[in-house]
């Protein structure tokens, strides 16, 4: 049974710039860690990806799988699906959404719906998906901070 979390951050830039970071996937292992490979496999007409490639080496997990994107209009929101199951996962789901604060910052929901083809405990299950969730939130941040400033 997958369990749904959310998490939000604020990022210091303008909406328009955390969706741009978003979306540029084969910049991802330049800046989240667990990141090792990310090939964008097609392509929207207007040349977002559609479908993502992704070969992660999170230490206790390695895993490669393939999510399929659709994207508002607006970039305000980013949600996905896992195309096939994977080594450790059944399914997965998720979404950035995006919400401009009107100050030049931008609150990031990540919404993360994910059933494990490992068993797991609830407990440890629940920490592993904060730690993640946290983790990558924390790196969004950063990378777009971090371009914003240069």
Known sequence: MADTSTQSIQVHAPL???AAVICDFPAYPQWADAMKEVEVIEEYEDGYASQVRYVIDA?????????????????SRV??????????????????????????????????????????LGMFRRKAEKMIMDTALKQLKRRVESLAGA
């Open 59 to 75: 230490g206790v997990m390695n895993d490669e799988y393939t999510l399929q994107y659709e994207y508002a209009e607006d970039l």
């Open 79 to 120: 949600e996905w699906h896992l195309v096939a199951p994977s080594k450790t996962q059944k399914s997965q789901r998720g979404s950035y959404d995006l919400a401009d604060n009107g100050d030049g910052t931008t609150t990031v929901t990540y919404t993360l719906e994910v059933e494990l083809a490992i068993g797991m």
């Open 16 to 18: 328009d710039r955390v």
